[in-house]
């Protein structure tokens, strides 16, 4: 997640807990075993696939990529800097497909963007081969399907952020070429060529090379993944896609108003699409009482910032105070379900997964502290009436059936059409 437009997380270490602590009490009170047992055999029939996690930036800043200097096979909770991921974990959870974000800052451009992207693609697949027993690198429906079948974690990569191809269609092949399946069009802030969601647009959605980069991922057979850009962007991406889209970490702005979230518009849509809205922990993505905490946070910063321009130090100290006097509110897991019943009514059950946004994030929801934590909110939609074939849904088929349409897509336009070669300044008239 990350953001760096007006909140700016700063709470304190991540909670963790053990795979059944904090899980919602059933109508007797007491956690529901049986449910979870369920849960835990429909997770050995269909992969789990989650939508997006940071591990691998946290795994860069910790350790500037020296996997010989990480306990990923053991619990990253001892770091000094503590982990929502690692092998164990993923392994309680029942994590089946993963993909890795390797995300980059949106202050990096150009040629700095473009070898920190590739050096992040690499991190993934040596930590894939670092770990063979657990984790298999996937670029396929297909592989995801024999991986989970095969006791193993398949690790997909998803490029966080269009900026990163700096202005290439060249690039965004070689990124596809080098395993990447899926990228997020926009971050935080505007690119050339795409509005994101969170800061005043410039180019009404996309531009004219905008909508060529998405009909050059529909032709690779990239899932184009819509979450952080505009409605307008939305919309255009819609407009031009020949394949199904994703949101890879967003969840439903009906229920939490945050401009990182999907309106009913767009929900719409995606039904027609066929694509998918993969709902998102995010705490202040999912509670509108967490939402108002934070932007009170960040106004109390600014009012301090400007009390004290000169002392730092008195910035922090004064934070702190505001902190003991206005704790955290607590996100349960049940508003996360709140929105995949949101989305289920809007855009229906064939268009939901899950993005959890773990590693990018600190702070979770109770039950869904880290990766182990996923059984938890399949148990509270099994509570709510879901079936079983809709959790399997929720948990992994529908993705493996959008990125089965995407690669069916792919083979369709590569036998009519050719690599585009054109250019962001060919195509968009710049001042």
């Known amino acids: 997640m990350r953001p760096t437009f007006i909140l700016v997380i700063t709470i304190g270490l991540f909670a963790a807990s053990p795979l059944n602590a904090n899980l919602p009490d059933s109508p007797n009170g007491s956690p529901d075993e049986a449910v979870l047992t369920q849960v835990h055999q429909l997770l050995r029939e269909v992969p789990l696939i989650d939508g997006h996690n940071d591990a691998p930036w946290q795994i860069r800043k910790l ?3 020296h996997l010989d ?33 390797v995300w980059v800052p949106q202050e990096d451009q150009g040629t700095d963007a473009l070898q920190m992207t590739f050096e992040q693609i690499d991190l993934v697949q040596r930590l894939a081969s670092r770990y063979p027993d657990d984790l298999e690198m996937a670029f396929t429906a297909d592989d995801i399907v024999r991986i989970h079948q095969n006791g193993k974690i398949a690790s997909l990569i998803g490029v966080e952020g269009g900026h990163c191809i700096n202005n290439s269609l ?3 092949r070689q990124f596809y070429a080098t395993g990447a399946r899926c990228m997020t069009i926009t971050h935080w802030e505007n690119n050339d060529w795409a509005d994101a969601a969170t800061v005043p647009p410039i180019h009404d959605g996309l531009t004219q090379f905008g909508r060529e980069v998405i009909r050059e991922m529909n032709r690779l057979g ?16 819609l407009d031009v896609t020949r394949a199904p889209v994703i949101f890879s970490h967003s969840s439903a702005r009906a229920v939490c108003d945050y401009p990182r979230n999907v309106p009913d518009d767009v929900l719409k849509r995606i039904n027609k699409n066929d694509g998918l809205v ?6 202040m993505f999912v509670s509108n009482e967490m939402l108002l905490y934070k932007a009170d946070e960040q106004a109390e910063k600014a009012r301090l910032t400007e009390l004290y321009p000169e002392s730092m130090d008195a910035v922090r100290t004064g934070m702190d105070t505001w902190r003991q006097a206005h704790p955290v509110p607590t996100v349960p897991i049940g508003l996360v379900a709140d929105h995949v019943d949101h989305i289920r009514k809007v855009a229906g059950i064939d268009h939901i997964g899950i993005g959890s ?5 600190a702070t979770t929801p109770v039950g869904l502290e880290d990766v182990s934590g996923f059984p938890n909110l399949l148990a509270e939609l099994l509570r709510r009436g879901y079936s079983n074939e809709d959790v399997k849904k929720i948990a992994g088929l529908n993705l493996l059936r959008v990125f089965r349409q995407v690669e069916e897509t792919a083979l369709r336009l590569q036998r009519k059409t050719a690599p585009s070669d054109v250019l962001l300044d060919e195509l968009d008239s710049r001042e």
């Not at 993969?278 to 705490?283: D, E, N």
């Not at 946004?357 to 994030?361: L, Q």
């Open 69 to 101: 200097t990480l306990p990923f096979d053991k619990d990253t909770r001892i770091l000094d800097d503590p982990m929502h991921t690692d092998i164990p974990r993923l392994r309680a959870g029942h994590v089946g497909g993963q993909f890795w974000s």
């Open 357 to 361: 946004d773990f590693d990018g994030i």
């Open 222 to 237: 990239m899932l184009v993944d819509l979450s952080h850009t505009s409605p307008k962007t939305m919309h255009d991406a």
């Open 278 to 283: 993969m709902v998102t922990f995010v705490t």
């Open 63 to 65: 350790t500037r990529n």
């Open 170 to 172: 060249a690039i965004l």
